[in-house]
């Protein structure tokens, strides 16, 4: 069976994607430490961060949950391969030309970037029309490939997979990732164009529009329709009515496209735009914040029971637990960090000053990956922490962190010094991302997917 090659590309992908973040983590705790090296390592650490972290785990994300739970094949497995060598070299390629001061690599590195995610959509439509001429072809051999699974990876087919009373949501969650993907690749080619002509490979030059869309359109973008698909997966309980979710999608890529539109003819048209994105981004966070709150202060309803009826019959020694323990601490921080950032579009903030930057990708996406590993990388990975009260002093040290650093930075934004808050800010938010990646190196193991 091939489940053990769809589950390494996957993990090539989030593999490298932590690699990326602890070493653009320890440049940001650096910074922090000696803001003076600030102007040597922030284009470095604004490459690898955006595009050697977040991007990568998306992709990585992606491929698993396509490939784990729906059965989603690519026809040759280097195809995927080919698109994690060309994601990775371009952030090499461009780290490479900052710190030479070079125009080749960061040239190469730029076109790099613009293939990467046209190879993610190859690669998605070809393993989806393939899986499904396989699966007509070999009548219902996907649901053979499923029930043969060991026991893990039937866990992470409830975690992810199909579930009827989840279509309306997965509809808008999976229109989502589209458009975030199709604004992702009309950035990277303005990236290149907008970089190409840049004489000492000086890191990567944005405009407004271009950080709209690159940060808000495809990062933020994706987080939330991610968030769309794995909220009821992971609270049990369908986060209905669709439409609700809908409305705050349109407003929250008509923002992204009235501020990129506004960044052209005028500063209201951004302003505008601004607001509407903040006011999308409070909506979602109440929303998702609600659903967490509520499946909390209930018991099993109804709904749920026929939600779990509906989905795929499990051994109950292997069903998954969802959300709990650190694992909805951390979502829960992620959508307050979120309100935060939405109050400050609406109210004026600077949508990239210091302060706003990490609470998009920090604050918020962040800790939603937190909480997306404590309850999805025992099943994945088949690892477990050492030990729960781990994974909390873990969670502690990085969301101290990250609140000390934005907090700094927004007093810095005031105009006030804040050199010791600043300091201390960021060396726990790197020291936290490193104890995560060393939980799972201590781990505890479980059964794996085979
Ligand atoms: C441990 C986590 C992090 C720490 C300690 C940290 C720290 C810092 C610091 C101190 C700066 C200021 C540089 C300056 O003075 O210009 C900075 C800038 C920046 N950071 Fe982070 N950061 C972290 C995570 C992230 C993440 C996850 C992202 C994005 C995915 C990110 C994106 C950026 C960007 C785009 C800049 C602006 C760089 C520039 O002005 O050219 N950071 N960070
Ligand atoms: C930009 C990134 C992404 C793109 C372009 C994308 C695209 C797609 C496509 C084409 C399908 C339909 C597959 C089929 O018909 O068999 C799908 C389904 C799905 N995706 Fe994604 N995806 C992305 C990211 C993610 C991530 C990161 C997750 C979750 C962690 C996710 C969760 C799901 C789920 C749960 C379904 C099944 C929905 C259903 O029942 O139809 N997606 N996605």
């Not at 003076?36 to 050697?52: E, K, M, Q, T």
């Not at 969802?322 to 109050?343: D, M, N, R, S």
């Amino acid at each position: 069976m091939k489940i053990q090659q769809a589950y390494r590309l996957p993990m090539g992908f989030i593999f490298a994607a932590f690699l990326n973040f602890t070493v653009g983590a320890i440049l940001g705790g650096t910074m922090a430490a000696d803001p003076a090296l600030s102007y040597r390592l922030a284009p470095i650490h604004a490459i690898l961060n955006p595009y050697g972290w977040l991007t990568l785990l998306i992709y990585g994300m992606t491929f698993a949950v396509l490939a784990l739970s729906l059965g989603v094949q690519l026809p040759v497995s280097s195809q995927g391969w080919a698109q994690l060598v060309v994601a990775e070299a371009g952030v090499v390629l461009l780290v490479i030309g900052n710190l030479i001061q070079s125009t080749w690599p960061s040239r190469t590195g730029v076109v790099l970037l613009v293939l990467a995610p046209m190879l993610f959509l190859y690669n998605i439509l070809s393993g989806v029309r393939y899986t499904k001429r396989l699966s007509r072809s070999q009548e219902s051999g996907i649901k053979d490939v499923l029930t043969q699974l060991p026991t893990s990876a039937e866990a992470a087919i409830q975690l992810f997979g199909r579930v009827p009373a989840y279509r309306k949501t997965d509809a808008v969650g999976q229109r989502g990732t589209d458009v975030s993907l199709m604004l992702f690749i009309i950035a990277t080619v303005w990236t290149a164009i907008w970089n190409w002509n840049d004489p000492k490979g000086s890191g990567l030059i944005y405009s407004q529009g271009l950080e709209w869309l690159t940060f808000y359109g495809w990062i933020g973008g994706t987080t939330l329709s991610v968030a769309l698909h794995l909220a009821p997966r992971f609270l049990r309980r369908p986060a209905d009515p669709a439409g609700w979710w809908s409305v705050l999608q349109v407003g929250w890529f008509g923002g992204v496209l009235l501020s990129v539109v506004g960044s052209w003819i005028g500063v209201p048209w951004e302003r505008a735009g601004s607001i509407v994105t903040g006011i999308a981004l409070v909506g979602s966070a109440l929303g998702f914040l609600w659903l967490a709150v509520v499946r909390r202060s209930h018991s099993r309803t109804g709904e749920e029971a026929s939600v779990a009826a509906s989905s795929t019959v499990l051994n109950s020694n292997t069903s998954t637990r969802g959300l709990h323990g650190p694992g909805i601490a951390a979502w829960i921080i992620g959508w307050l960090f979120a309100l935060v950032l939405g109050y400050e579009l609406v109210t004026y903030g600077d949508p990239f000053a210091l302060s706003s930057i990490h609470l998009l990708f920090l604050g918020f996406i962040t800790s939603l990956v937190y909480a997306v590993g404590y309850t999805a990388f025992p099943i994945i990975l088949g690892r477990r922490p050492p030990h729960t009260s781990l994974a909390y002093v873990q969670l502690i040290c990085s969301e101290i962190g990250a609140m000390l650093l934005i907090g700094s930075f927004m007093r810095i934004e005031a105009g006030h010094a804040t050199s010791l808050m600043l300091m201390s800010g960021g060396v726990l938010a790197t020291v936290g991302v490193l104890m995560f990646l060393a939980l799972w190196g201590l781990r505890q193991p479980s059964s794996r997917v085979k």
